[in-house]
Each structure stands twice: as structure tokens, then as C-alpha cells.
């Protein structure tokens, strides 16, 4: 996988929590419209299933591939391995970072245009 990262003035917990935050992902996410988890599950988690909304008329369906908590997840979205969401702590703040397939490599810059909202959002949270 490719992956882009940014160093984020904020603790790891606050910059994990918008990762995994569903309602938080049109703030951060160029891409997405909205998000949605199936029932029953109320959190990300794995092996959670969902929707997402993006550009496209209709929603994708999505199922969480890897999940180690506070830490990173990996999703599948419509079948096809997509980004996967990592936070690891550094000198009092955080480096998050974003990994594509190498055949989507162009969606990098998607993703760095993420993490500097992310960064913008941990701030306006305080952290």
C-alpha cells in the first residue's frame, strides 16, 4: 500500500476519534457524503457493515477489514480493499496516516487533503 501521513499537534485519542467517528467522515472526507453502519452494530468495529455515500448516486456497501482500537482500521467498500486509517503517537501529538492500493495512487492526494482537515478539526477540539 501507498500511504501519506501527517504529524497532528494533537493527542492520538482525539485524532482516532475522528477516524472512527461516522458523522465526522463528510467533514474530513473529500469523498463522502455521508456514512451509515448496519444494524446491529453501533460503532466501527470488525467486521462491521455499512454504507457509504459519496459522489455516486447510489450508496457503497463497506464492511471493516482490520480494527486494532485506538489504532488503525482498514475497510472493503462494494468489494474492492480501499483505505486503511492508522494513528500512532509522536512527541506529544500524533502521526496519522492513510494507505490506498497502489493501483489507486492518485487518491493520495485525496487523502493528504484528509488529514490536513483532520488537523484542522483536532484543533478545534482542543487537542
Not at 36 to 41: E, G, N, R, V
Amino acid at each position: 500500500m501507498l500511504t501519506v501521513d501527517r504529524v497532528i499537534d494533537a493527542p492520538p485519542s482525539v485524532v482516532w476519534q475522528l477516524f472512527i467517528d461516522l458523522d465526522a467522515w463528510p467533514r474530513w472526507g473529500p469523498t463522502v457524503r455521508r456514512a451509515q453502519l448496519d444494524s446491529p452494530h453501533e460503532a466501527l468495529e470488525l467486521h462491521a457493515t455499512g454504507t457509504v455515500y459519496t459522489w455516486l448516486p447510489v450508496g457503497l456497501p463497506f464492511v471493516i477489514t482490520e480494527f486494532e482500537p485506538q489504532r488503525s482500521w482498514a475497510w472493503s467498500v462494494a468489494g474492492i480493499d480501499a483505505t486503511r486509517h492508522q494513528v500512532t503517537p509522536v512527541n506529544g501529538g500524533a502521526r496519522a496516516s492513510i494507505a490506498v492500493p497502489w493501483w489507486s495512487a492518485a487518491y493520495l492526494s485525496v487523502c493528504a487533503v484528509a488529514l490536513r482537515r483532520i488537523e484542522r478539526m483536532a484543533a478545534a477540539l482542543g487537542g
